[in-house]
């Protein structure tokens, strides 16, 4: 199927007297995810002048603590931004809230249909799969598929409300921005009023990331009338196991065909895009990493394959070879970057849980500019860039940082 077409513009979210957590920072994605850069933004990646390298950068590897309260300082707790979701809403001002499509979606058509049919009002629907495995993506596609534009679907017609547990895993928080987006107010507190915001409605709510959810089932026992689509790691976080659907890899050609459509002219040898995506395991995250790689860099499938050091061992599960796969292609990677990009892919890894600014680099490793380094991580595909922020382009990405 072709992905889902670029969502209108929206006018900006308006202030509240009191914010609610996805209201309270400038790197709402606002706007489609093609909308045109204002002229008075920041300088395009790779026209900023040259970073200085940091001198204090080691004295505060040694310290976490330190990272840390240097960021508290700058921004306070870190906060769910969810930088990648898309703050539409209705002409009639209902929520409808889908996350980025950012990368190229192939295949699973049989997947995407019965998850289509399967999401109805009432009912729950869990996406289960290890990390990588492309359930955000399947989810975000099927969302576009029912509301394709500034319309809520016809079954869910009281919009779409999307949340990830990953960034901020407090159900507070999602309760929080349940009852804000209906304009609850929290009397006697957020659960409440985020259970009289979904008593009589038929919305969908997307739960994201449930594996890293702290109170999962208080949350899922107050959603009414609405449906629930959840994507999670965890099979233990289906409140129904009848309505779980077990997403495997990639079918061996529509990795292929993936792959192909990534690097363009650099996989024209059938043989060797194969065997890539064989031994990466036909992970999705892993075959974007390839070939984005292969794509920004020139370099061939064949001559990717040749280094590929990895051992395709006949006993080996596809599990097993997921991990290797990814182990390997970011410890590849990682040698290309500069020690100033690794550095700072260090401090991501241990600071940066949400979207972030430019500035957050600048303060914590004490340089003037941190546009080029913060650019040479987004054309290596660890970062994705939003209007005005940062953000880590796969949550496996922090695990390996």
């Not at 960021?71 to 906060?79: D, K, M, R, S, V």
Request: charged share 20%; net charge negative; hydrophobic share 40%.
């Amino acid at each position: 199927p072709e992905d889902a077409p670029a969502a209108p513009t929206t006018p900006k979210v308006p202030e509240f007297p009191t914010p609610p957590p996805h209201l309270r920072s400038e790197q709402l994605v606002e706007s489609s995810p093609s909308a045109s850069t204002p002229a008075d933004a920041t300088p395009p990646l790779g026209m900023e002048p040259p970073p200085e390298e940091p001198d204090t950068f080691n004295a505060l590897q040694s310290s976490l603590t330190q990272i840390e309260q240097a960021g508290q300082t700058l921004f306070g707790p870190q906060i769910n931004v969810l930088g990648n979701i898309n703050y539409g809403v209705t002409a009639s001002n209902l929520p409808l809230q889908r996350r980025v499509i950012r990368h190229e979606f192939v295949g699973r058509v049989d997947k995407l249909q019965e998850l289509l049919e399967r999401l109805q009002p009432g009912k729950t629907i869990t996406i289960c799969g290890p990390g990588g495995i492309g359930k955000s993506s399947l989810a975000a596609k099927a969302v576009w598929t029912l509301a394709p534009a500034d319309q809520p679907p016809e079954r869910f017609p009281d919009g779409i409300i999307t949340h990830s547990f990953l960034e901020r895993p407090e159900a507070a928080t999602a309760f929080e921005l349940i009852a804000s987006a209906y304009k609850e107010v929290p009397q006697p507190d957020w659960a409440t009023a985020a259970q009289r915001a979904m008593a009589n409605r038929r919305a969908l709510l997307v739960l994201d990331d449930a594996e890293a959810a702290q109170d999962l089932p208080s949350l899922l026992n107050r959603t009414g009338l609405c449906g629930v689509l959840i994507t999670t790691r965890r099979r233990e976080d289906a409140p129904d196991q009848n309505a779980v659907m077990d997403l495997p890899p990639l079918a061996p050609e529509e990795a292929t065909t993936l792959l192909k459509k990534l690097a363009g002219a650099r996989a024209l040898d059938e043989d060797a895009v194969a065997q890539i995506c064989h031994l990466v395991g036909y992970l999705p995250f892993s075959i974007n990493f390839v070939g984005r790689y292969l794509h920004s860099y020139g370099i061939n499938a064949t001559e990717y394959l040749s280094s590929l050091e990895l051992n395709d061992e006949a006993d080996q599960t596809i599990d097993e070879r997921q991990r290797a796969g990814i182990a390997h292609l970011f410890n590849r990677t990682i040698t290309y970057i500069s020690d100033l990009a690794r550095q700072t892919l260090g401090v991501i890894g241990v600071l940066a849980q949400a979207p972030f600014e430019h500035s957050l680099i600048e303060s914590v490793l004490e340089i003037k500019s941190a546009y080029h380094t913060l650019g040479e991580l987004v054309n290596y595909s660890f970062l994705e860039r939003g209007d005005t922020s940062y953000k880590v382009a796969h949550a496996l990405i922090r695990t390996y940082a």
